[in-house]
Structure formats: C-alpha cells, structure tokens
C-alpha cells in the first residue's frame, strides 16, 4: 500500500446526501477536501487508508449536505425585520419600506445588515445567497470580508436613490462594482433591475446587451401579483412575460423572481427559453401576493430554485424553513400529495439554486471536482427521532437549529454551533443601534 495521500481536510458522516445523483444517501462516508475542493467521496474506512488529512471532523450522527443556496434575498433588509407586517405588496413598499430606506440607506446600513445577515444564513446552514439591492459594491466587500459567497445584484431601476441619481448612473457604477470583482472566487455579480413596473424598456435592453457581452446573470422580481398583471396590460399592452420576450430578456440567464401569475403557455415558454424561477413561498404567503405553480414548473422541467425574499417581508432566512413551506404549499395548489417530493425540495434549495446563478458546475451537490460547500446538520435531536429516512427529515422535520457546521470553499465557518472568527457580538450591537435610529424616524 502506497504513503497516504497528504490533504487539507477529511469530513466523515453518518450519512452523506451528495443531491447529485438524485435521492442517493451514503452511509459512512467520507468528503475528501484539498485546496478548497471535493477531491473524493467515498467510505470512510477507505478514505482514512488513502488520505493523510492535516485537520478531520468526525459526524457521528449527522447528515452532510451541499451548503443550501438563497436564490433570492435583500439582505440589508435584515434591519427592517418586523418594520412594517400584515400589509399588502404595494402598500408595505411605496408608504412603509421605501420612505424609510429613503432615510436610512447607504453603504453603512448596507454593510451592518448584510453582516447581521451572514450570521443567520450561516446559522441555518446557507453558505450562499443571490442578493438583490442597492449599494452592491458595500455589500460585496462585506461578503468577501466574511467569506460567504455571494452573488450580488447590480441594480438597475428609474427613480433616483442613494446609490445612483439618473439611469446613466446606474449603468455606470454598476459596470464599475462589476468590473472591480471580475473573476473573484467568491462575489460575483449579475444585473437586478427591480421589477418590469419600475424599469422602462430603454433600461431593460441596455441590460440585455450588457448582460450578453459581460455574460452574467438578470436577477428581477416578475408577476408578483395580479396587479403588476394588470397595470402592464394597460400600459405596455402586454403581460410582463410577453413584453420582457419582445425585449430579448427571457433566455437561459433570467432569474424570474416570485412568478406567481405565470400562465401554462407562460411555463412552456420559461420551459424551451432555459429561464430559473426564483420560488419565494412565504414571502408570497405573508404578503398575500398569490401562489406559484411550482409542481407545474417542475414538471414543465424549469429550473426552480428557492429563494428567503428579505427580512422585511418573510421574516427570516430559514432556508431549511422555506423548502418545507414550499413542498407543503406546491402539495396544496397542485391537490397532489406526490407533488414537489422531499428530494426535489432539498435540490431546489441546493443545486437548483446554484444554476439559476450560473454556479451549477461549482456548488449545489457533492460531486468530484466542485467546491466545498458544505453544511453538517445533527438527526439525533428529538425532532428527528425515529429516523426512518434521512431526505425525508431533512424536507419535513429538520430545524435550522440543528444545523452544527457549515464550510465554504473548504473553509471551516460555522463548528458545533458557533460561528468561527465572527464577532457577533459587535454586530449585534450595530443592529440594536440600527433600530433606535430607525424606531425614532417620524
């Protein structure tokens, strides 16, 4: 037998649920990690004959899974958790969020919220997120700092804000956050206009040259409610879906946000076009904003990821909490029990997510050769007794709680519960001074 193999970290689980293949579970196995990557997966008594690992992490009773992707989130808005609730759409965002962030927003609160943020994605086992808002270059320098990886929204809308004065403004400075991190291991970037109703026809095919020419992806909130349905018949003479076709934008690099007014013929579109659908069950719920078909867009064969929406509206980024909403609900709408099964519920929180992104060949399964994304979550708490079927609880019984470690790019962020060079403390003081000064706006 040759001299074992030297490498930087050796992860043995109970179990392993690698998502690709689909519903495989390997039981005593071992995630073998060198440089950041997945150099082998295989039974831990070969792995400990083959590989001479300078740390190794033993878990006994735990599930190891891909880190869970938040296809969709305002993190910043952490700081606006529990402002404004039990409001419609339209209400909550034009007379509650928008006038306040009109007072607050800048790169410190962008900074502080995202901060507050990672710790509760990493808390509940996420290790990545699709952000979508403003000042992206604050909130890219807060996610490398951490470590986290992030794919950060460059925005694009037609009224004035703190971050850009004019549409040439956006344009520029979000050419600008997207050059300064091109190729960055962690941050990437894509376009993120905010919505069809507030980003005009000229915006939207500037953004679909650039996104072309940069190749990244188009993050957008689309057929929220019946509402945004209507008002774009009235004015565009077309429904958003229709109009965004006419203007190029749905192909493969469309992140359809919400989507809870597609039609059938919509879904078959989104189907042949490649476009991801961005499902945001309880924000959806909460904001009574309709329901997403998603059983429809699964069997269609969309790409359907899972995304938190922000603190604002949700009010949390329990990833684990929102595929179990999303699997009940898809069961309710489609009147079918067998519908978005748990299996497809964890790969759209993990691999789905991470394709809708353009990260589908980096992150989101187990496999050989992609990164080490990886989240360790305790089945031995009451909750999860008896133990019948690993993918099962994971969907239906699992706690972010029980969530004990969590790597990115083979970095340890999380272990046994605490988060690893965090000072949590500061942070949490930032966002108690964040809600006086906001608590005491008129």
Same mark, same amino acid.
């Given at each position: ?68 992707? &938040? ?231 969309? &790409? ?30 489609? &009147? ?107």
């Amino acid at each position: 037998m040759g001299t074992p193999r030297s490498i930087d970290l050796l992860i043995s689980a109970r179990w392993i649920v690698p998502v690709e293949p689909d519903r495989v579970v390997l039981e005593n196995h071992a995630v073998v990690i060198d440089d950041g990557a997945i150099v082998a997966v295989l039974p831990a008594a070969d792995a400990n004959s083959q590989f001479a690992p300078r740390e190794r992490v033993d878990l006994h009773e735990h599930a190891l899974i891909p880190g869970l992707v &938040n296809a969709h989130t305002h993190n910043p808005m952490t700081l606006l958790r529990g402002l404004a609730d039990d409001l419609p759409l339209m209400t909550w965002l034009q007379e509650h969020i928008w006038p306040v962030e009109a007072k607050v927003i800048g790169a410190e609160f962008v900074r502080d919220g995202v901060e507050l943020a990672i710790a509760e994605m990493l808390r509940g086992g996420t290790t990545c997120c699709n952000e979508n808002y403003f000042f992206p270059d604050a909130q890219a320098q807060a996610y490398k700092a951490h470590g986290f990886r992030a794919m950060v929204g460059l925005p694009i809308i037609e009224f004035p804000s703190a971050w850009a004065k004019d549409r040439d403004g956006y344009f520029e400075r979000a050419l600008a956050v997207h050059d300064a991190w091109r190729g960055d291991a962690l941050i990437g970037t894509a376009f993120a206009p905010h919505a069809p109703y507030t980003v005009a026809d000229e915006s939207f095919e500037r953004i679909r040259t650039l996104a072309d020419q940069l190749d990244i992806p188009v993050h957008l909130h689309l057929m929220e409610t019946a509402r945004e349905v209507e008002d774009s018949r009235r004015e565009h003479g077309l429904r958003p879906l229709q109009r965004l076709q006419k203007l190029g934008l749905v192909n493969d690099r469309l992140i359809a946000v919400h989507m809870t007014q597609v039609s059938d013929a919509e879904i078959a579109v989104c189907a042949e076009a490649g476009v991801s659908v961005a499902h945001c069950p309880e924000s959806n719920l909460k904001l009574a904003s309709g329901f997403c078909p998603a059983e429809k867009l699964r069997r269609a064969g969309v &790409n359907l990821a899972l995304g938190t929406d922000g603190c604002a509206s949700n009010n949390d980024l329990d990833m684990f909490g929102e595929l179990r909403t999303a699997a009940l609900l898809a069961k309710g709408v489609a &009147n079918d029990a067998a519908a978005f099964d748990d299996a497809f519920a964890l790969r759209a929180a993990t691999l789905n997510g991470a394709r809708a992104i353009g990260l589908g060949e980096t992150i989101g399964s187990i496999e050989l050769g992609k990164r080490a994304d990886l989240v360790a979550v305790r089945m031995d708490e009451v909750e999860t007794q008896p133990l019948y079927n690993v993918i099962s609880h994971l969907a239906y019984a699992v706690s972010r709680r029980q969530v004990s470690d969590a790597w990115i790019d083979g970095q340890r962020k999380l272990a046994n519960g605490a988060l690893v060079d965090f000072d949590l403390a500061g942070v949490l003081d930032k966002a108690r001074r964040w809600s006086e000064r906001i608590a005491a706006l008129d």
